[in-house]
């Protein structure tokens, strides 16, 4: 009775040669059949596995590669700023899938200048797609709206009537303070506070034309977010910022073949140099930049400093957004 027992013994023994033979003979990435993850040490089979497996490295996610360039990028910008003479605010914003910001000074008031005129025209067109306002109702040019500086109706006579529309254009394009006037005028000093402040501005004040960078930043975010949903309407305002001059700021800082959507603003009794813009990479609305100042000795300064953040902020994020 204890043949049969051995005869058994023997076809067992006979069978795990087999399959070990088997097992040693697999390819190490295959082992046994198992899925392996290439950073693991393979056993050449479960029997000669060791009793530890080395730890797999850190593998940075997306968002951690985000963070560090931003971090990144905001000491690179802090040290501009601190070489240069006068004070600076600057928000800048990665739009679309990517979620980062960054931010110095970015919530402190500045004297917003013609930058003003940003919010002010995009809320005229969201009023018009509510066909709360008519763009092509004319509104008159009167002495009470007459103002120095930029723009070309200060030599035209007053009695003269444009269309909403194109005191928009001239508001943006030519940064015209009599067009400006006469639209801030039709849309209400409170009513352009309160809408601002919907959007998330914080330090905005219509009243003293001061705004943070940030509460810019919200204006800009809007556009873009409103461009993609109805930019047969609201894209007419990111061509007219795209022909905006002067050009010298931000879009003096990105290569040529980038493009600003742009709106400056400027004001000699503050010593203020602006620039809020959508900066487009492969014709797509990328970031968001604001800089604003104050206390800045010269135009050159002003405008050599606004286009190397403009620069550093554009190097370090194609960055990004090429990852």
């Known amino acids: 009775m204890r043949y049969p027992i051995c005869t058994a013994v023997s076809a067992a023994f006979i069978i795990f040669m087999v399959v070990a033979a088997g097992c040693a003979s697999q390819p190490a990435g295959d082992a046994c059949g198992d899925q392996v993850e290439p950073w693991r040490e393979v056993p050449v089979c479960p029997s000669e596995a060791p009793r530890m497996r080395t730890a797999a490295p850190k593998v940075q996610q997306p968002e951690d590669v985000c963070g560090s360039k931003l971090s990144l990028l905001k000491e690179e910008i802090s040290k501009i700023i601190k070489q240069a003479e006068g004070d600076y605010g600057v ?18 008031a500045f004297f917003a200048a013609s930058c ?6 995009l809320l005229i067109y969201e009023s018009a797609l509510t066909d709360d306002i008519d763009l092509t109702q004319k509104l008159t040019y009167t002495e009470e709206h007459y103002a120095p500086g930029a723009g070309i109706l200060k030599e035209e006579e007053p009695g003269s009537s444009y269309p909403v529309e194109e005191l928009a254009s001239l508001a943006i ?15 209400g000093r409170d009513n352009l506070q309160q809408y601002q402040e919907r959007l998330g501005a914080e330090n905005v004040s219509v009243y003293d034309n001061v705004a943070a960078p940030r509460d810019l930043g919200a204006v800009l975010r809007r556009l873009t977010v409103l461009n993609r949903q109805h930019p047969e309407h609201y894209s007419v305002i990111l061509d007219w910022m795209k022909e905006a001059y002067p050009r010298d700021r931000i879009p003096a800082g990105i290569p040529d073949d980038a493009d600003a959507a742009s709106k400056t603003g400027t004001w000699p009794g503050t010593e203020t140099y602006n620039d809020a813009a959508i900066v487009y990479v492969e014709g797509e609305a990328a970031f968001l930049l604001v800089i604003m100042s104050e206390d800045v000795p010269s135009y050159v300064e002003g405008m050599t400093t606004l286009a190397e953040i403009a620069q550093v902020s554009y190097s370090r994020l194609h960055e990004i957004l090429a990852d």
């Open 173 to 187: 394009i030519d940064s015209d303070n009599i067009a400006a006037r006469m639209l801030l005028e039709l849309v």
């Open 116 to 121: 003003y005129k940003i919010p002010l025209v």
């Open 91 to 108: 928000y800048l914003e990665l739009l679309d899938e990517y979620n980062g910001s960054v931010g110095i000074d970015h919530d402190r």
